[in-house]
């Protein structure tokens, strides 16, 4: 793959580093029974197996191999068997609505304690944003911009779970893409170099546990050859 350029001494003055990790990993951490972790994938069983669906057949398999081939690239778990059963589902359709009610009633009837009352909520579709995910655990508007673009875009959401995705940073992100608050600041077209360090600074110890976001700062400040 084509590495992006690296981040310039301005997008790294001050606290931008800090104010990136902070937006790209939930402050919200689970229990492995072992330790608390940012979200990320462990690896064994819960290794990425990627599906997409809603375009033509070989644009479907485009997204899925670039999926794959960032989350190897970065050292995320995957699964070698490309006929693996999916635990992540990428769809493109021109009817999110419909989609998402079967998600809903899905969700809602497998995980009935979890979402349930005012809960039911958080996995209910809006019209804002012209991609949206959602991440369920057992434990508005069209896109016209390339297909590679979103493949990065949506491995980034895919690969670690987004505190604030409509954040627009100092430090550009793909996430950048469909933010309100980057201004007039050019868009990027495809994964940065932040994204790129993050990502591996979270797998980087490769093992059901993850750095902090300190370590993972100081990681990434590494990989950019700062002091």
């Not at 330790?35 to 994938?41: F, G, I, Q, V, Y």
């Not at 809903?104 to 349930?116: C, E, G, I, L, M």
């Not at 896109?143 to 990065?152: A, H, P, R, S």
Request: charged residues 15%; aromatic residues 8%; glycine residues 8%.
């Amino acid at each position: 793959m084509m590495l992006p350029s690296p981040p310039t001494d301005q997008e790294l003055a001050g606290d931008s580093l800090h104010q990136f990790v902070t937006h790209h990993a939930t402050v919200h951490h689970f229990n492995t029974g072992v330790t608390r972790n940012l979200a990320h994938w462990l690896g064994g069983k819960d290794s990425i197996c990627p599906l997409t669906l809603g375009l033509d057949p070989g644009q479907d398999a485009f997204v899925t191999a670039r999926l794959r081939a960032l989350a190897a690239y970065v050292g995320a778990p995957v699964q070698s068997d490309p006929q693996c059963k999916f635990n992540v589902q990428i769809h493109f359709t021109n009817n999110p609505q419909e989609r998402m009610d079967d998600v809903f009633k899905w969700a809602t009837v497998y995980f009935r304690n979890r979402y349930s009352g005012g809960m039911r909520d958080l996995i209910k579709f809006t019209s804002d944003h012209a991609i949206q995910g959602w991440y369920m655990t057992t434990g508005g508007g069209a896109i016209n911009t390339d297909v590679g673009t979103i493949c990065d875009y949506l491995a980034m959401l895919t690969l670690s779970v987004a505190q604030s995705p409509d954040h627009c940073d100092p430090l550009p992100s793909i996430l950048d893409l469909m933010s309100s608050s980057c201004g007039t600041r050019e868009r990027p077209t495809a994964i940065t170099a932040g994204d790129l360090a993050f990502l591996k600074a979270l797998y980087y110890r490769n093992s059901g546990s993850s750095p902090s976001s300190d370590e993972i700062q100081d990681n990434m400040m590494l990989q950019f050859k700062r002091p």
